[in-house]
């Protein structure tokens, strides 16, 4: 057996640098803040690339399947012999799959914002706090436990709060970062009722103890228990909301849009690649207790999953904030991911849908972190990032004009780039299991493509647009990671990955399936060429869709008024029929209670105090008499 | 036989001296007096003392050590007594008790 107890600096080194950069920041030169934190970042990276090496390739297997280890553990809290919170590290296929993702786009971050961040006010903290990230998101996906995780689950929404409010100077970021942690905070209150009902069903909060299909714990509270659903299915679906918060699936989305305030790098990292697919993560590793204990868990994650990204895609036509267009895009393209696990099963062929989702994970955190980082070089150059400032920017961003290209043509499935493969295999598994859903794909597919040339024709053709400044390349640790992305999207499409990771770890045969590949290569095609039609040069096309469908192009204009909607959920049902009345409660019943009693105290003191004259003689007068009256008395008393 | 003059005699005589201390100390405004009331008082107890140890005891003489213990401790205090009553008169420019309520709430 490989020992792997090493994997334990993973996390532990972003956080020593954390601790470094965030105490002793302010002395150093800006520069040697950043140049730390990206050594102790590849440091990480590097001793991630060789896990993923010695756990898929030099580690003996079981009947030919992966197995989960349990590299580290330590008990951290120890309330009885059978509830106790651990800490510890867990490998298996998904979570190393994960140390790859996180270690690799964290470190692509940290050289991009070498560059994007230069000059920046806080560019120390900026570091420490994508350190503290980093750190956050290794332990949540290394977590051995289901406690452990939603502990690593609150500290990257922290984290993001931190990161999103980075420009707290600006109100509309310090709204933002408010939003993001106020809205996945309160889903985060259903993950928790869900591990609450689940341990105490299972009595266990380990992930191995959890997930072995042989197990106890996967076979209880199958029982039917409310409104027709066993108690497992409640448990999960409440920790489904959870993840639903995190990964900004619909109705918890509104606060990932607002998140574009923080910097864009941020947005590459925290808001593309990594914590908004913690819920697709959180779902996969309790894949096996959804499959077999839960499977109609399984079909609210894919309607929701489904519904999400065909929401976010039409969103996403009508938007002119790039970075907000991308948002959508993630949205999106979560649901996807979303819908490849609701679809699968566990084992075998019907788990293709996991590794899909697992796949596509991968290919889009490579995609969606190179198309931020490369609208962090537009912006960079434009200094704006609404689209209808920029136009014809090819000629003077040739590098990030053509990694942002090969990203665009990826996210839209064009054949042999590594999303047209991971895509696919989500159709191919939607295809199978539900024909609705699979429809609804085909055509957010078709929307996908479209959105992101509508993107790309209007920065990079449409109309030359007259620069104040002419728009200058970025410089080279901008353009570096943009170019290793740009090679990690096209090519991440040939990692065996149906070899790798399994919903139940053995190998699966997974080829592409032409039924399914052939339409969504047309869709795709059919999007990018209605695109071409209206953007590539300046047309009135779109202003003439946009009038024939008034009422459906204002309303994803104004994002279906999701925003407003909440709004008036929150200020005018709940903070008039709610919390009015608490505060009122508060201030007349507990404080006045309170209030009534100091009161009294303050006012019989006021009456009384005159007894305390200053006057010897008065108190020896009463003395005197009160002490000839006690004779009296006791005389009277014991004479008789 | 020789007549014993009554132990009543001295009680009264004491209990008038304690009250006529009492009295004073009440009613008097000047300090000087209220601090001659105190040792009216402290004497009439010294003769109870010496009258009940004559009566009741006749052998034993804790009722005299304890007359004497007073006078001296009497002594003392009227010598403390007269320094804080000079105290007083430097800041209050006056004895009379009824000006020094400093200690009032």
């Known amino acids: 057996m490989t020992d792997f107890s090493y994997t334990i600096l993973i996390p532990l080194i972003p956080i020593f640098f954390f601790l470094i950069i965030g105490l002793t920041g302010h002395k150093m030169k800006p520069i040697i803040s950043g140049l730390i934190g990206t050594t102790g970042l590849s440091i990480a990276a590097i001793l991630s690339y060789f896990t993923a090496y010695q756990y898929f390739f030099n580690t003996e297997k079981i009947d030919g399947a992966y197995q989960k280890i349990l590299a580290f553990n330590t008990v951290w809290i120890n309330f009885t012999d059978k509830l106790h919170v651990d800490m510890g590290v867990l490998l298996d296929p998904i979570s190393v799959m994960m140390l790859i993702v996180v270690t690799t786009i964290s470190l692509m971050v940290h050289i991009y914002s070498l560059g994007y961040m230069k000059g920046e006010k806080g560019f120390a903290r900026f570091y420490a706090f994508l350190s503290l990230f980093s750190f956050s998101m290794l332990g949540l996906v290394l977590a051995t436990n289901i406690f452990q995780m939603y502990i690593f689950w609150e500290l990257v929404g922290v984290s993001s709060f931190l990161l999103i409010g980075f420009y707290y100077e600006k109100p509309s970021a310090v709204s933002a970062s408010k939003k993001a942690f106020i809205v996945t905070r309160f889903a985060d209150l259903g993950f928790l009722i869900g591990i609450l009902i689940l341990s105490f069903n299972t009595g266990t909060f380990d992930f191995i103890s959890l997930t072995d299909i042989h197990g106890t714990a996967i076979a209880s509270g199958s029982g039917i228990a409310f409104m027709g659903l066993s108690t497992m299915t409640w448990s999960l679906i409440f920790v489904f909301i959870g993840g639903a918060g995190k990964s900004a699936m619909f109705p918890l989305h509104i606060w990932l849009p607002d998140a574009m305030e923080g910097p864009t790098p941020v947005s590459a990292l925290i808001h593309a690649a990594t914590m908004v697919v913690a819920g697709v993560y959180l779902v996969a590793r309790l894949f096996p207790v959804y499959a077999i204990s839960a499977p109609d868990g399984l079909t609210v994650v894919a309607y929701v999953g489904s519904f999400s990204s065909l929401f976010a895609a039409v969103i996403a036509c009508t938007q002119y904030d790039i970075k907000r267009v991308l948002a959508f895009s993630t949205m999106s393209q979560i649901g996807y991911m979303m819908v490849g696990v609701g679809v699968s099963r566990y084992g075998g062929h019907e788990g293709l849908g996991f590794m899909a989702s697992m796949f596509h994970l991968f290919t889009h955190a490579m995609f969606k972190a190179l198309l931020f980082l490369g609208a962090g070089a537009i912006i960079h150059a434009v200094h704006s990032n609404v689209m209808t400032d920029m136009g014809g920017l090819r000629k003077y961003l040739p590098i990030t004009h053509i990694t942002f290209l090969i990203a665009c043509l990826t996210i839209a499935g064009v054949p042999f780039l590594s999303a047209f493969f991971s895509k696919d295999e989500i159709l191919t598994a939607a295809f199978h299991h539900n024909k609705l859903i699979f429809f609804v794909q085909l055509f957010v597919a078709g929307l996908t493509a479209f959105y992101m040339f509508r993107l790309y024709f209007r920065i990079f053709w449409n109309r030359d647009t007259h620069y104040h400044h002419t728009p200058h390349e970025a410089p080279l640790t901008m353009s570096i990671p943009l170019m290793f992305l740009a090679v990690a999207s096209i090519f991440a499409g040939y990692i065996p990955f149906s070899k790798l990771v399994t919903s139940d770890g053995l190998p699966l045969e997974a080829h592409i399936e032409w039924i399914v590949a052939i339409p969504s290569i047309i869709v795709g095609l059919l999007g990018i060429s209605i695109a071409f039609v209206m953007y590539k040069k300046e047309t009135t096309i779109p202003q003439k869709i946009g009038s024939s469908f008034k009422l459906l192009y204002v309303g994803a204009f104004n994002k279906f008024y999701f925003d407003e909607i909440y709004l008036f959920v929150t200020k005018k049902i709940i903070f008039n029929y709610i919390s009015r009345p608490v505060a009122w409660f508060d201030r007349h019943v507990v404080d006045a209670t309170m209030d009534g009693i100091a009161w009294i105290t303050n006012a019989v003191s006021f009456r009384i105090k005159g007894l305390q004259s200053g006057q010897v003689q008065q108190y020896a007068f009463v003395f005197v008499s009160s002490a000839i009256l006690l004779g009296i008395l006791f005389i009277y008393l014991f004479s008789i | ?105």
Do not use: C
């Open chain 2, 1 to 105: 036989m020789h007549t014993v003059i009554p132990i009543e005699y001295f009680l009264v005589t004491a209990t008038l001296m304690f009250f006529a201390g009492v009295y004073g100390f009440i009613t008097r405004k000047n300090l000087i007096t209220i601090l001659m009331s105190v040792e009216l008082m402290l004497n009439a107890v010294n003769i109870i003392f010496i009258a009940f140890n004559r009566y009741l005891y006749p052998g034993q003489l804790e009722g005299h050590f304890f007359a004497l213990f007073v006078i001296a401790v009497a002594a003392a205090e009227a010598a403390v007594a007269i320094a804080i009553i000079i105290n007083i008169y430097r800041n209050f420019q006056s004895i009379d008790v009824e000006e020094t309520d400093k200690m009032k709430y």
